[in-house]
């Protein structure tokens, strides 16, 4: 017996896809794994076969002409093809994690192509698939095209190769925006983009924070499990941890979109403060923030809180605003002015 690819475009009508198999069946070949693309064409059917060893090509198209397939696709296939494509896809997927400029070979492995052309300009042409060539949009900038022969490619394909490429991106613009920061007393911490995953890093910085760390920092009740996740992928923004080179969290600031406006705020565990690490996680924040485009920064504070107020004047604050206990203070982004510093009351 061989292995054998096939693919064919069917009516997606009721039973049509038992005529093709059943005329597959009919030449003694066996069926091991079959995908269903939809198309505006029809349901494009991507079979691995096991056939007779004296079945040729013209033999496997003659059967699928009978059963009703057409613009059909026939090759020979390799061991490797029994894998179902959504293992495959996760295996690619895993690479890319440790290896995200393994794009290019990622894309081959899962689309079965030719060449893979990244081009530094978004492409003229809208994403998606052209028969032979695919356009996938790079969310670094530019686009990759991917070529491929025969068959053409579905949407189905389209879409899983688009994943691959957001998530290459993703794993590089987190791997550039990790880096080490020595603060002025020597020590060194490792400030990264969090994710998912650090809910337990999240967790431990707050049991070793004290309650007036805690308070100054969320003005009342510390925060319980629902909204540390919420925090560590905080809507339209970025969430930074800073981590000791034994793995331990002892800060963290976050990012959060208000409209136009980025709410700022950070957390220093009570040994990391007055060392310089708060300072450094708000420049990085406003870095974020301007590669975003908002329009200016606004930290909340406890009127009390005269080490973030400190801070915040270091970075050059606008606005400052105080309602009772609860001071409000602006920071612009670059290119904008520094407004007038004088504090306004409320009652």
């Known amino acids: 017996m061989a292995l054998w690819r096939v693919r064919a475009t069917v009516d997606d009508r009721p039973g049509y896809l038992s005529v093709l198999t059943a005329s597959l069946a009919l030449k003694s070949i066996n069926i091991l794994a079959v995908q269903v693309h939809t198309t505006e064409a029809g349901a494009v059917d991507d079979f691995l076969v096991d056939a007779p060893e004296a079945m040729t090509e013209a033999d496997l198209l003659a ?30 997927a895993g690479r890319l994690v440790h290896e995200p400029e393994a794009l290019g070979e990622t894309l081959v492995a899962l689309l079965d192509a030719t060449d893979v052309r990244w081009r530094p300009r978004p492409s003229a042409e809208a994403p998606g698939v052209h028969g032979g060539r695919m356009t996938l949009t790079d969310p670094a900038g530019g686009s990759y095209e991917v070529l491929r022969a025969l068959p053409a490619f579905t949407p189905a394909e389209f879409a899983r190769a688009q994943a691959l490429v957001e998530l290459a991106a993703g794993v590089t613009r987190h791997q550039r925006e990790t880096v080490t920061l020595m603060l002025p007393d020597g020590a060194e911490v490792t400030v990264r983009p969090a994710g998912a995953d650090d809910l337990p890093a999240l967790r431990e910085l707050h049991d070793h924070c004290s309650a007036g760390t805690l308070r100054r920092r969320y003005l009342g009740v510390a925060p319980g499990e629902s909204r540390l996740r919420r925090l560590l992928e905080p ?93 409000s203070v602006t920071l612009p982004t670059a290119g904008q002015p520094v407004a007038d510093e004088t504090p306004a009351t409320s009652s």
Do not use: Y
């Not at 026939?74 to 896809?89: F, I, M, N, S």
């Open 63 to 92: 059967a699928v002409t009978k059963g009703r397939g057409r613009d059909a696709f026939v090759a020979r296939a390799e061991a490797q093809g029994l894998a179902d494509q959504p293992t495959r896809a996760l295996a690619l």
């Open 235 to 327: 809507a339209g923004g970025v969430t930074l941890l800073a981590v000791t080179p034994g793995g331990r969290a002892v800060a963290t600031a976050s990012l959060c979109a208000e409209g136009e406006l980025g709410e700022i705020a950070i957390l220093v565990e009570d040994d990391w403060q007055r060392r310089g690490l708060g300072t450094a996680l708000l420049r990085r924040l406003r870095v974020h923030a301007e590669r975003a485009g908002f329009a200016a920064l606004v930290a909340h504070t406890a009127a009390d809180n005269v080490a973030m107020l400190r801070t915040l004047r270091r970075l050059g604050h606008g606005p400052l605003e105080r309602d009772g206990s609860l001071v």
